[in-house]
């Protein structure tokens, strides 16, 4: 099984800050790997898919970039609606999410 | 525009099943695959499984096979997810999420998703 680390766990910023994420996987992946925000109660929703295409409707300040085992999404100009938690998930043999980060106002 | 909408809360005794329901709507319901993903409290997701509401194949995680069935009604734009011999670890929210094919020999991403069906399991 394909393992996803995600780092960190929770991250603390204000609105303005550039965020970066990290997931890596436990074998190469090539660039099978999607990006995805959740709020608490709802579902998630998609940013990015094969690890640097912007889902349709979401904002520039996403990107993803990355390929092989080491991948990052990044805010460049953190929103007050962008507080949640963010998953990564590899879709190039079976499907594996990582364990999330929650981005919390600081 | 795409909506998937899913069966309500479902409260099952240790041992027993539960089918949770997903009817899509929007789209050509057999053009894609439908994934279950499910979320216990506080934690993060857990991908269970897909079906290609197309032809019906099926595949599913390792950690779940022998255990889950999942199935569609192409009639009815809808498909199900099975869950058999529950214990209070399956106490989660189960997500329906349409698959988007990227390639050959790989799996997919999920555009679109249900609303999330909580399943308590519980003597």
């Known amino acids: 099984d394909i393992q996803m680390t995600q780092s960190p766990s929770t991250l603390s910023a204000s609105v303005g800050d550039r965020v970066t994420i990290t997931c890596r996987a436990s074998q190469s992946i090539s660039s099978w790997l999607a990006w995805y925000q959740q709020k608490p109660g709802k579902a998630p929703d998609l940013l990015i898919y094969?690890?640097?295409t912007l889902e349709s409707g979401v904002p520039s300040r996403f990107s993803g970039s990355g390929s092989g085992t080491e991948f990052t999404l990044t805010i460049s100009s953190l929103q007050p609606d962008d507080f949640a938690t963010y998953y990564c998930?590899?879709?190039?043999?079976?499907?594996?999410f990582g364990q999330g980060t929650k981005v919390e106002i600081k | 525009q795409v909506h998937l909408v899913q069966s309500g809360a479902e409260v099952r005794k240790p041992g027993a099943s539960v089918k949770v329901s997903c009817k899509a709507s929007g789209y050509t319901f057999t053009n894609y695959a439908m994934n279950w993903v499910r979320q216990a409290p506080g934690q993060g997701l857990e991908w269970m499984g897909w079906i290609n509401a197309g032809n019906g194949n099926t595949k599913y995680s390792q950690k779940f096979q022998g255990r889950v069935t999942i199935t569609r009604d192409t009639s009815a734009s809808t498909a199900y997810m099975e869950l058999n011999s529950l214990s209070s670890e399956d106490t989660a929210v189960y997500f329906c999420?349409?698959?988007?094919?990227?390639?050959?020999?790989?799996?997919?991403?999920?555009?679109?998703w249900g609303q999330g069906t909580l399943v308590t399991v519980s003597s």
């Open positions: 999420a349409r698959g988007i094919w990227s390639a050959p020999h790989r799996d997919y991403y999920f555009d679109n």
């Open positions: 998930q590899q879709y190039n043999s079976y499907s594996t």
């Open positions: 094969k690890a640097s």
